[in-house]
């Protein structure tokens, strides 16, 4: 398990991201990724760096603010043990995202990280699935 990411906050981050980054569109999100240069001077290359976006489109602030936080849960629950590290990612939300369940906006980044191409598999991956014995 890696450190817990650490926040993008400034419009050049996101703007870096956006442009040199790929990205993957899905019903309740859109993750955008992007590599760390090798060379910028970074504490630490593995690190994640995250942020979050929801434009006007989704809804007014409470809404938004909504959608931020539920996109923040999912990112807490897949980011730190499954994303690719030296990588910033940007999620933006979308208009489903305030009102898809939180499953689904689970599911929707672990498949968004899968189509990038960055998702790193955890140890628990790997041990099998508990069955019910008849």
Known sequence: MSE????LKRRHDFLRVTRGGTKCAMPGLVLQAYSHEPLEQREKMDN????????????NSVIRNRARRRLRAAANVVIKDHAAEGHDYVIIGRAATPERKFEALVGDLQEALRKL????????????AHREHN
């Open 48 to 59: 994640i760096r995250i942020g979050f976006t929801v434009s006007r489109k989704v809804g």
């Open 117 to 128: 191409g960055k998702w790193r598999k955890n140890d628990d991956d790997d041990m099998p």
């Open 4 to 7: 817990a990411p650490q926040r």
